[in-house]
């Protein structure tokens, strides 16, 4: 897994370097800066939908998540002047809440991944836009919130000559450490593989594996919670029949770039952030070449399709190279006798 | 027509068929011949070498030696297109068919009639005209256009026939047709058998049920570790004469006998029914430090039992009590606690996780002892993997190594260490040693037997004759769902156990 993540820093030292030849606006401070905060802004909800593509499903519905209680995280400030933090509560409450109902119908109604939150997206947005009836929520004109503010667009680290680290991007970056030790670290990161890569043997060996299926949504829930937030704080306002719009995609992409089989079982959060980091290198590369911006989607597209076969091909090529090992002679131990009818 | 008047020359001629594997003979020398119009029984005990010889008559498996001739043509081996192009078909056990599809679709599923064109579109009118004499033939209840889901068993294996007939076949070979039929539909089948034996086509008739192989063959052939044995021919057909014939091989003495008497009951099985046989209650006790083999016939629903008591399967009633103790076990996790573990018949798909290491393997059902908090401690799962793969002397380079890259026996020790890092008190052992290596197999019966004497109590599901008979200290045999009888080691022989498993009582 190491390797892999390795190949994927490789592309995007690889992918930086040319955008910064091509245009040295690239290494800017201020660019550099406006990157990070999208990195950080993408990641946080990426990592989530990275633990459901682990247990082999999927979760459609973050974007019309973030739309929903978008709107109603302003509304909440905005209407009924609730203090932010009892706010902020409320609106991770609410994803955890919907992530546990997207759970309870994959693992006890049994619907698939898939249908469960392709309803989400639909629902979700549906609702978002009949609440404000279709209007725009935004917050009022010189409405202020300080703390929360720099806690969500503000800037850490900042000096005279140095324009601060965003904290969108620290917050995703505690964020992928804390998963990454709960993934690669602990009981339940351990039993998330073995549910992914064979839920049968995990249920013999005792693992109560809709629970942790379960929890999994829970998790994506939860942080697309807290991205809907940090989002709203970025555009101030929000429009919810296009806020969030395909941002599900973003975060699949990030996942199946790092390494996360759809079919379950394989995935590492260094995988996921540099899948991350690499989709928005990418967005700043079509803006800073000069591509036309309608062509975006297209050179995401086309870098991950291409990112995925060289992929197959190198691990085509490993067990290649192991096979070659194993017929140079390296002792085979204990030949097994074929099953008898 | 041609196929009337040929009728002298045998359809199906084997001539000294030999299949080995390294380290198995599968098939010694099997000769074996068919005529026209003829039905011929193929019996034998699990093992015997019945499924290989039918794969090489499908074309699957290629034979070592010997030659194959099929009406009056030629093979060293068939191709599956050899056996289909001379009208060899297949009514298999487990039923190959699209339930999705209706019954004609299944019947003529790749040779469906088309209307001209270049979109290819289905004739569904003559798909269904064609289908129809078909099953006119066999007398069935369905039309061509019923939905094979709302099928019967019975009427999914007539269909089966039916596509049979529909390529052409002159030999049909039929592989346990009737171990789900119940008698009225066994006995339409047998009769159906009966109309195809009058149109000239051969059948192979292969079963565990004697009392239908006595009723409906002309000739039974009895297989036994690979060779034919013996044949019986009309009158002599007598289910005391197969049995006889089927058994009577040396077996090797495999038993270790134990240190100490068994101990008190430690699991009580108490009217147990399951989805498979829910009909039939099943009572068991198994006491500390005693191995009971649970035999039977393949099918005769021992992995259902055991999959029901440890939690995986559903169960419909029944109780449960360890060691004294009334307990329900609702999901594994409820018998892992209480110290009561399977070792699952499917090592691969639910015993194991492949791609995972044997570290990961050995610590996944105690991961909470090697956690300290909610992170897993690395040293402390290692350490019992490496005393693990000491102590059962698994071959693999280091703990580090994915299980599925090992060989059968070293894949089967990898699930019996995960369970024995955690002091079982009940083991239940599901086909412990299907497709494992001699070496291995006597290493995992010492191990069965060391456990029994620390006072476990070990339940082994084992269909290999062998086995169950050189390892358990008790038997019970299983016919059917339901438990046919028990032995004690003084009534152990092949002979006692087929009568069981084929469901007759001792005398």
Known sequence: MLKKDLGLFLLILVVGAVVAFLNPRFLSPLNLANTANLIGLFGLFSLGEGFVIITGGIDLSVGSIFALLGVIFINLLVDYSMPWPIAVLIIVIAGILLGAIHGFLVTKVRMQPFVVTLCGLLIYRGVARWYTDDGTAGFEFGQKFPALELLTTGRSFATDTFTGIPNSFIAFVVVAAIMGVVLHRSVFGRYLFAVGKNEEAARYSGIRSNAIIAAAYVISGGLAGISAIYLAMYTRSISPASHGNFYELYAIAAAVLGGCSLRGGEGSVMGIVLGAILLQVLQNLVNLLGIPSSLNFAVMGGVILIGVIADMQLVRYRAYKANEKKRAGVPVLGAAAPGKN | ?507
Request: net charge neutral; hydrophobic share 45%.
């Open chain 2, 1 to 507: 027509m041609q196929r009337l008047t040929e009728t002298a020359a045998p359809f199906l001629e084997l001539n000294g068929i030999s299949k080995t594997y390294p380290g198995v003979v599968a098939l010694d020398g099997v000769s074996l011949s068919v005529s026209r119009g003829e039905i011929v029984g193929l019996i034998g005990e699990n093992g015997a070498g019945k499924s290989t010889l039918m794969k090489v008559l499908g074309g699957v498996v290629e034979p070592t030696a010997g030659t194959i001739r099929v009406d009056g043509r030629d093979y060293p081996a068939l191709s599956v297109n050899d056996a289909i192009n001379s009208g060899i078909a297949f009514v298999h056990q487990e039923l190959n068919l699209f339930d999705n599809l209706d019954a004609a679709a299944n019947i003529l599923i790749g040779r469906e009639p088309l209307y001209g064109g270049p979109l290819r579109l289905i004739d569904r009118k003559a798909l269904h005209a064609k289908v129809q004499p078909l099953l006119d033939k066999l007398g069935v209840d369905f039309a061509p256009d019923t939905p094979v889901a709302a099928l019967s068993l019975a009427q999914r294996q007539l269909l089966e026939i039916a596509k049979a007939l529909s390529l052409d076949a002159r030999l049909v070979i039929m592989d346990e047709p009737t171990s789900s039929l119940t008698l009225t539909e066994t006995a339409r089948l047998l009769s159906v058998l009966n109309e195809l034996r009058r149109d000239g086509v051969s059948i192979i008739f292969i079963s565990h049920r004697l009392n239908e192989v006595k009723t409906c063959v002309d000739r039974v052939v009895v297989l036994r570790d690979g060779r034919v044995v013996g044949s019986l021919v009309g009158q002599t057909i007598k289910p005391d004469a197969m049995i006889r014939l089927m058994i009577g091989r040396d077996l090797k003495s495999l038993y270790i006998p134990p240190k100490v008497p068994p101990g008190a009951p430690a699991l009580e099985i108490s009217d147990f029914r399951t989805t498979a046989f829910p009909d039939h209650p099943v009572s068991l006790t198994l006491r500390r430090g005693e191995i009971l083999g649970l035999a039977g016939l393949v099918g005769a629903g021992r992995t259902e039992l055991a999959c029901a008591v440890f939690g995986v399967d559903r169960r419909l009633a029944g109780t449960l009590r360890i060691e004294g103790d009334d307990v329900t076990i609702r999901e594994p996790r409820d018998a892992i606690t209480r110290g009561l573990y399977l070792v699952p018949e499917d090592r691969k798909r639910c015993g194991l996780h492949l791609d995972f290491s044997l570290t990961e393997n050995i610590s996944l059902p105690d991961l909470m002892t090697y956690a300290v908090g909610p992170l897993v401690s690395a040293a402390a799962e290692e350490k019992n993997a490496e005393t693990q793969r000491h102590r059962l002397n698994i071959r693999a380079y280091d703990i580090a190594t994915e299980a599925g890259t090992l060989s059968g026996g070293n894949q089967q020790k990898i699930v019996l260490a995960k369970w024995l890092s955690m002091k079982p008190r009940i083991i239940i052992f599901d086909e412990p040693t299907r497709g494992i290596d001699v070496g291995a197999k006597s290493e995992i019966y010492q191990l069965m037997r060391n456990l029994a004497d620390a006072g476990v109590a070990v339940l082994m599901i084992s269909s290999d004759m062998e086995e169950v008979i050189g390892v358990s200290d008790r038997m019970a045999v299983m016919q059917e769902g339901r438990i046919s009888g028990f032995l004690e080691r003084d009534r152990f022989s092949e002979h006692n156990v087929l009568q069981l498993a084929v469901g007759k009582t001792l005398n």
